[in-house]
């Protein structure tokens, strides 16, 4: 038989394909799961209401209109729910399944939420339409250094999100309600990532957190790629951030698996 | 082959009374039991060995399945199948095993079979072209052919099982686990099964390690059984050999053209079953031929049919001698 890494990499274009099949088939749920990541549209009809008179703390309306939808482009393409499916598996016994199948499950779930993402990509792509056409340059970068980072920092943003949450989901096998952590990771996310508004507006203290916890590298990052103005410094330490809390997250989230399957081949599943 | 030297398997399992305060004291302490899910069993199963593996519910038989299939970790003991251990679960080794739960789905839900089974051509990477002809063979042995395009969720139980199966065989494993893959079937559907099995097993000198609570699949399939009972081997040995030890005697249908007296009846043997005319007599095995000739002479018996006796009767008997309470089994 092939070494891993070889037969992993011959696997990946089936499971691709595989992931674009279930998406196609999940289509219910996977309506839901785009409306329910449509929240910046709120926040945007939120905060410009706030701009609406004069610009608040440097944010005009137009730039509210600019980051509202970048943010909802970038969570469009990097969310995913690798949580939910793990837990459930882990709940109903299809895990052993999976185990029983050569190929590490990280790489088997990744490549069924990636398939996913040209199919995200249909909603992204007009909101990134409407967003050139409404805010114009004015809101957004033209610096082409900073438009090329975009594609790895999207990158890394995916996997870091995708990272965090295979660790969540490994805790299925320890705990029997972790969708409870999911719910609170949401919370944390929601707050400390840029999604529920720019990092520069959050107070003193939290946005200094905001600063070090790997949420805003998981959305702000190519955001405030897209919508800001940043010297070489602040793009090698946002870059930098990006990959340093990627590697982290994956480490957890690997480290974890293997004590959660340990764990699993000692109390059974 | 599968070699297991003093196997046990123990759980820790919270313990709490029922009600409302035993609960809040279970937040702060708790209260463990350890169960002896399989407690030192040890067999070996030579390649091309059809086995059954039988047991009460609680017995050990999924818990064994599961540490022999590399899922489960074993407190103690030694396990090798073809020559691996199974719970590193090498690529090398699960390219051999499979383990079809009749309760568990490998099909991808919404989707047809044969998008997992593409699945599992990638992942266990398997020649384009053995796939191929592997996937010929279970399309023709299981009929799977109008099944194949059919999302799984529209699958009957039935038809969801024959993908089961084929799903777990097109790697072409050496080695089979099988843990109640006809719960659920008709009878049909049963027999098309363990022929398919069988057939498997002859044409690719597969072992076979079954557990069904069918006792039809287990006299059908399986020439040795394996009992257990409370995690521990209570028989290991020929399933004819066990029946003729266990009770040797014969039952003997038949059916009367008129009445007969009951102490008639006694001479003939010891009455099981009466519906009518029709009698079912258990009869020591010397004295078989006898009986049958008083009954086929002067008694003017028909529809006459000798039988072992059933296999679960006998079963039901050696788990009885054993039993306390069972310990309960990890689903």
């Known amino acids: ?176 309600q972790a969708m409870a952590i999911a719910n609170l990771y949401f919370g944390l996310f929601s707050l400390f990532s840029g999604y529920l508004m720019p990092l520069d507006l959050l107070p003193g203290p939290i946005a200094v957190a905001a600063h070090w916890l790997p949420f805003r590298f998981m959305l702000s990052a190519p955001v405030e790629l897209l919508t800001k103005s940043l010297d070489h410094e602040r793009l090698a330490r946002l870059l930098g951030g990006q990959l340093a809390w990627t590697a982290t997250l994956l480490a957890i989230a690997l480290a974890l698996w293997r004590a959660g399957v340990r764990r699993f081949e000692s109390v059974g599943g | 082959m599968i070699r297991a030297a003093n196997l046990t398997k123990h759980f820790k399992v919270h313990k709490r009374p029922p009600g409302l305060a035993a609960a809040l004291r279970s937040l702060v302490h708790r209260t463990y039991d350890v169960v002896k899910a399989v407690d030192g069993v040890s067999f070996t199963i030579a390649r091309g060995e059809r086995v059954g593996f039988l047991g009460p519910n609680g017995a050990g038989k999924t818990t064994t399945l599961k540490v022999l299939s590399g899922l489960l970790h074993p407190t103690s003991g030694e396990v090798a199948v073809e020559g691996h251990v199974p719970y590193r679960r090498q690529a090398g080794f699960l390219g051999k095993i499979t383990l079809v739960m009749g309760q568990k789905s490998q099909l991808i839900w919404d989707l047809p079979p044969a998008e997992t089974y593409a699945m599992n051509r990638a992942v266990f990477d398997v020649p384009r072209a053995q796939w191929n002809q592997t996937l010929a063979e279970l399309t023709e042995l299981l009929e799977l052919g109008p099944l194949l395009d059919k999302p799984t ?154 039988e072992d006796p059933p296999l679960e009767d006998i079963l039901r008997e050696m788990f009885g001698k054993h039993k306390t309470d069972p310990p309960p089994e990890p689903s």
């Open chain 2, 153 to 306: 969720r529209q699958l009957s139980l039935g038809e969801r099982m024959k993908c089961e199966l084929a799903a777990a065989l097109l790697h072409r494993p050496t080695t089979l686990f099988l843990d109640e893959p006809t719960i659920g079937l008709d009878v049909a559907m049963q027999a098309a099964i363990r022929d398919f099995v069988r057939s498997y097993n002859q044409r690719h000198e597969a072992t076979v390690l079954l557990t069904s609570h069918y006792m039809d699949d287990v006299v059908a399939l399986c020439p040795r059984i394996i009992v257990i009972d409370q995690g521990k081997l209570i028989h290991d040995g020929d399933l004819r050999q066990l029946v003729k030890t266990k009770d040797p005697d014969k039952r003997v249908s038949f059916t009367l053209p008129k009445a007969i007296a009951p102490d008639e009846l006694g001479k003939l043997g010891t009455l099981l079953a009466r519906e009518g005319q029709r009698l079912t007599l258990r009869v020591p095995e010397r004295e078989v031929p006898a009986v049958i000739g008083r009954l086929l002479g002067e008694l003017k018996a028909t529809d006459l049919a000798i």
């Open chain 1, 1 to 176: 038989m092939r070494s891993a890494p070889s037969r992993t990499l011959r696997a990946l274009p089936t499971l691709l394909q595989i992931g674009v099949a279930e998406t196609v088939a999940y289509r219910a749920e996977f309506l839901v799961w785009i409306l329910t990541t449509t929240q910046p549209l709120i926040m945007l009809g939120l905060w410009t209401s706030v701009a609406r008179e004069a610009p608040f703390r440097g944010y005009s309306s137009p730039r509210f209109v600019a980051y509202f939808l970048a943010t909802l482009i970038v969570r469009q393409l990097t969310g995913n729910w690798v949580a939910w499916q793990m837990s459930e598996e882990v709940r109903s016994g299809a895990m052993a399944m999976r185990l029983l199948r050569p190929i590490h499950p990280f790489f088997a779930y990744a490549a069924s939420h990636a398939a996913a993402i040209p199919f995200r990509s249909l909603i992204a792509l007009p909101v990134a339409f409407v967003l050139l056409a409404s805010s114009g340059q004015s809101a957004l970068s033209t610096d082409p250094v900073q438009l090329v980072l975009l594609v790895p920092s999207l990158a890394l943003a995916w996997l870091a999100t995708f990272a965090m949450l295979f660790a969540i989901g490994a805790l299925a096998f320890f705990l029997t």
